[in-house]
């Protein structure tokens, strides 16, 4: 832990929690890794679990787990957005109620930024994503990147629902100051994953890998996710049935956020 955390650190485990914690990140997952860092040396009081809704985090069983090991638990849209922190784009979004710019214009205003919450620039150094093998409908894959983009910033729906929109801005969200630069590891949660369904549990669309998968690359394990997901499907196929996108982690690799290319990412194997 030392190698990548320092005592100062403010260490932020951000998870997946609106899939549930059956097909999200799995507490189990999160509680071994904080309990890991707290016998570490590291105080609890600078561990953080996080995601974008506090509902969701408790849902999950997120809130209970923190308050059992003595960390906090935050939700980005509670801790409020940074207005001097954001991401710019010409694709305007319809501003909602907890949106940093809601209230200060119109009821019907339109937004082109994305601003990054306080959590994150106020509070958070280091960043540690969980996250499972999930898919997702624009994305390809719910993993490290989308998880991290999407729940950092406000004014996001805007990007979510377009595919070409999605691979665009959640590579450039990433290169954010806050957010990959912060990124000490990332652990995708593989024992189980979903090969179709997205954030809806099917379990007869799933595959038990029985796996823990640890990078400093967050492009490289999502692809390497994505492999699974095509694989497993192959063995199951659905006629009509389209191929993951993955134009969003090519264009991430272009802004040297990561390795994209599965035949240049070595895997190392633990017994």
Known sequence: WKVWVKPE?????????????????????????????????????????????????????????AHRLGVRCVATTDAGWDGNQFYESAVQGKLVFGDFEFGKGDRFAVGRRSHVSKLLTKEVTRIIPVTPLLTHHSGGIYGHLLSLAFGSVDNMFRFETDPSRTEESVPELCALDDLMPKVAFGVTDALVGQVRGDDKARLHDTIALNELRFGTDLVALDVISIADVTAARKAYPIEGERALRTELFFNAELLELGIANTNRIEVLRAP
């Open 9 to 65: 650190d403010v260490v932020g485990f951000k998870v997946i929690s609106a899939p549930g914690a059956l097909t999200g990140t799995r507490p189990t997952v999160v509680e071994a890794l904080i309990d890991s860092l707290i016998q570490s040396g590291h105080p609890a009081s600078k561990i953080v679990i996080w995601d974008r809704q506090a509902r969701d985090l408790k849902a999950s069983g997120f809130e209970d787990l």
